[in-house]
């Protein structure tokens, strides 16, 4: 889910005229030159704006996408897919997850980690409602949503520090984050 954030913007410049033309003209043709009609003059202005070595990064990155098997490729398009059917406030909320966790220590990123490999160990319609309810406790105090959380066999199991950690990813407003106010349980 983490990698929902990553991959879109990569993705559409690998898979955009530009990046294609590039993969098609396999070297014969300069990056300023794709070999694909009908390419929007936007799209190849942009193209043509980029400095080298974000060229170079792109191609790369279409290198790393081709050498893919089709399987996971199809995977991530997916994901791609199920992204952009998210409303901005779930896509926001993620990217700030994300920016959390990058963030956060080794032991923080382990807790999340354990987290998520006990949602994946979850029946699909058990992660479901697991989602929904952390989506709802967002607008609950603090007390209550602790409360809440009590009835997880597995959030009962946690130390407090690591109870702190959990409650911190799940719940950290962007904006205290930002601010420096709640930077996460370890300072």
Known sequence: MIAFGV???ALWLLLSPPGIALARGAGAATPDSPQVENVPRERLERWRALSPEQRERIRERYRRWKELPPGERERILERNRRWRKLPEEQRSYLKDRRELLRDAGPEERGVVRRFFSR??????????ATKRRIWEWRSLPPEEREERMLSWPFYRELTDRERDTLRW???????????????GPRE
């Open 119 to 128: 949602m994946r160990s979850l029946p699909p319609e058990g992660r479901r």
């Open 169 to 183: 990813f799940l719940f950290a407003r962007p904006d205290a984050r930002r601010g420096g106010a709640d930077r």
């Open 7 to 9: 991959f879109p913007t």
